[in-house]
Each structure stands twice: as C-alpha cells, then as structure tokens.
C-alpha cells in the first residue's frame, strides 16, 4: 500500500524559494508518476506538475516559470522548488500519486510572510 | 482560474439524488477522459471516479459519473449525512503541452 507524507517549513518569506519534500513508502517511485497539488485558504485545488522518474515533466503553464519538480529514486522522495514566491502561494501543499491524483498524502500548510 | 466550471453549492436531504455538473471544451473534457474527487475539510482529497465513469475499490455504487461533448456530470444517489464535502472534477488539458486541470469545485450540503 503506497502511502505519501509531505514534510517542509511552514513559513517561507516572500521573494524566497518554498522548497517541500514527498517521502513515499510502499513501492519504489519507478513504478509511477508522483504530482504536486496545492490549495489555497478558502480555494479550490491547483494541480502544480507532476513527473515520472524517467525525467518526463509536465507543469501547470500558470507557474512553469517557478517551479521545479525532481525525485530521487534512491531515496523514495519526490520534491517541489518554488521560486519568488508570494502571499498568493500560501496553500496546503498535496503531493500524490499518478498524473490524476489517485493517492494523496495528509498536506503540509505553507505560509509565505514576513 | 480554473478552465472547467462547477456551481459553487448545491444542497439536498438524505435519501434524495444529486448531479453535480462540470463544464469544460474541446482541449479537456470533450477529448479526455473526466475524474471526480470527494475533499472533506482538513483531510486529503479522495479519487471518487476516474476514467469518467468507474469506481476505485471501496467507494459505494451510488457515486456515479457521466459525460456528453464538453461537459462531464457526477451523480449522487441516495444522498447521506456523510456525503456533505466539496467535489472537484478534473481533466488533462491538451493544450499548453498538456497539464491537469480542476474544477472550481462544489459545495455539497446535505439538508
């Protein structure tokens, strides 16, 4: 049973990177596409990228210019960069399995302020 | 914002049936295949019905999906207490190289 949990700072100041980490357990990240989704208070959902470890990589056009996806498969771990970010990426951070988001993990909340 | 729209809320009383309809075009729904999604607040979202129509193991046959041309539809029959939660549909998009899209999602409360 493949399970995800998020982890990273809560708080990130505006104009810095958000950087979050996906451990996953239960299989080995080769088997499947890993996708980052976010949510802002109050909001709907926002699918972020999602990416298979063969380096195939699809980003929401919205923020491909901020955003870096990568896995490592020694390690089970997928991970989200987000550059310049702003109060408007405060969100609850999902990663989860397969490109349509078969499986999620709990979320992390990131706040971005000073 | 999101290219496919939802109402923002709906309601019903246990027992009664429910659609929840999701607008989209050509580039998502009307050229791939639509999945429904059940948020209950301070959980992680769950895969209600993917592939438009079929059910992951354990959800009960009473969700179903459908679609027609650009527009994808989620039925709840039989509605319970528990069923109250938001509902997402979603859809690749072809355009921009292709990238997943939400809904803007609805409200369900159950009366």
């Known amino acids: 049973q493949v399970q995800l949990q998020e982890s990273g700072p809560g708080l990130v100041k505006p104009s810095e990177t958000l950087s979050l980490t996906c451990n996953v357990s239960g299989g080995p990240i080769s088997n499947y596409y890993l996708s980052w989704v976010r949510q802002p208070p109050g909001k709907g959902l926002e699918w972020i990228g999602s990416?298979?470890?063969?380096?195939?990589?699809n980003y929401n056009p919205s923020l491909k210019s901020r955003v870096t996806m990568s896995v490592d498969m020694s390690n089970n771990v997928l991970s989200l960069r987000l550059t310049s970010v702003t109060a408007a990426d405060t969100a609850v951070y999902y990663c989860?399995?397969?490109?349509?988001?078969?499986?999620w993990g709990q979320g992390t909340l990131v706040t971005v302020s000073s | 914002q999101s290219v496919l729209s939802q109402p923002p809320s709906t309601s019903g009383t246990p027992g009664q049936t429910v659609v929840i309809s999701c607008s989209g075009s050509s580039s998502n729904i009307g050229s791939n295949t639509v999945h429904w999604y059940q948020h209950l607040p301070g959980t992680a979202p769950k895969l209600l019905i993917h592939s438009t129509f079929a059910r992951p193991s354990g959800v009960p046959a009473r969700f179903s999906g459908s679609k027609s041309g650009t527009s994808a539809s989620l039925t709840i029959s039989g509605l319970q207490s528990e069923d109250e939660a938001d509902y997402y549909c979603?859809?690749?998009?072809?355009?921009?190289?292709?990238?997943?899209?939400f809904g803007t999602g609805t409200k369900l409360t159950v009366i």
């Open positions: 979603a859809a690749w998009d072809d355009t921009f190289n292709g990238y997943y899209v």
């Open positions: 989860a399995k397969d490109q349509t988001a078969r499986l």
């Open positions: 990416i298979y470890y063969s380096g195939t990589i």
